[in-house]
């Protein structure tokens, strides 16, 4: 199944006790439909208050039934900041975390003089201009096979090193007109996976660059000498989704 969710209320995907997560509204539905625990695996484990477009979800089940009656029911079931967007079988080998081979991420904020209520959910806002053609430069320090513990920390007996296929910014468009000028930008990340916190602590750190904060050399040394403490905190989760999950072949 394709997932899209708002993760304002939630604390991030994975599952835990006394705290409510995407992971565990969609076993509980499941579980609601096929009478039967259900074991949710997930394509990216979100954390606390990031959205996603398009995680993938996988799992097995004994439902005998039409599928689009799977997809309407968990719909009817799922809370209203939680939504299936499409569902199909898949082969027996399939895992939605380990069969993909690309995930990509988009991080929203936008500049404007005064916040915008409506925006702050999805967008992180800044209230002064930002350097964005230093920004972009320090950017494509990112694009390549390299290590990342400068931006994020591997699960447990996992490395640090990833691939990047493609990471920069891009114009985003303001959701309404405003009397106040709203400036919007989309920072694109595509990679073979990431580290947790990864994309925000880079986010956090490009937006020191684009601020003088940091020159862009500096980034590219925070970069290679693999100093998390040396980066930026986090940007805020609220600008943060996972767009979208890529697979070799159809499940």
Request: proline share 6%; with cysteine; hydrophobic share 45%.
């Amino acid at each position: 199944m394709t997932v899209a969710y708002d993760g304002s209320a939630y604390s991030g995907f994975q599952i835990q006790v006394d705290h409510p997560t995407i992971q565990g509204e969609l076993e509980r539905a499941l579980a609601s439909l096929t009478q039967q625990p259900v074991r949710v695996h997930g394509a990216g484990r979100t954390d606390a208050g990031v959205h996603a477009q398009g995680q993938v979800i996988s799992f097995r089940t004994d439902w005998r039934h039409p599928l689009a009656d799977l997809e309407r029911g968990m719909n009817a079931l799922l809370p209203g900041d939680i939504a299936v967007r499409d569902a199909m079988w898949a082969s027996e080998r399939f895992h939605a975390r380990y069969s993909a081979v690309s995930r990509e991420y988009m991080y929203k904020l936008y500049i404007a003089p005064i916040r915008e209520p409506l925006l702050d959910r999805y967008a992180h806002r800044l209230a002064r201009p930002l350097a964005w053609e230093a920004m972009e430069q320090a950017a494509a320090m990112l694009v390549g096979e390299g290590d990342w513990a400068a931006f994020g920390q591997a699960p447990a007996g996992e490395n640090t090193t990833r691939t990047v296929y493609r990471a920069g910014w891009r114009p985003g468009q303001a959701p309404w007109a405003s009397e106040h000028p709203i400036e919007v930008r989309e920072f694109w990340i595509t990679a073979n996976g990431f580290l947790r916190g990864m994309v925000r602590r880079i986010v956090g750190t490009l937006i020191d660059v684009g601020l003088g904060a940091i020159a862009p050399d500096e980034f590219g040394e925070i970069l290679r000498q693999r100093d998390i403490s040396r980066a930026s905190p986090p940007a805020p989760a609220c600008g943060l989704a996972l767009w979208r999950v890529n697979y070799e072949t159809a499940a």
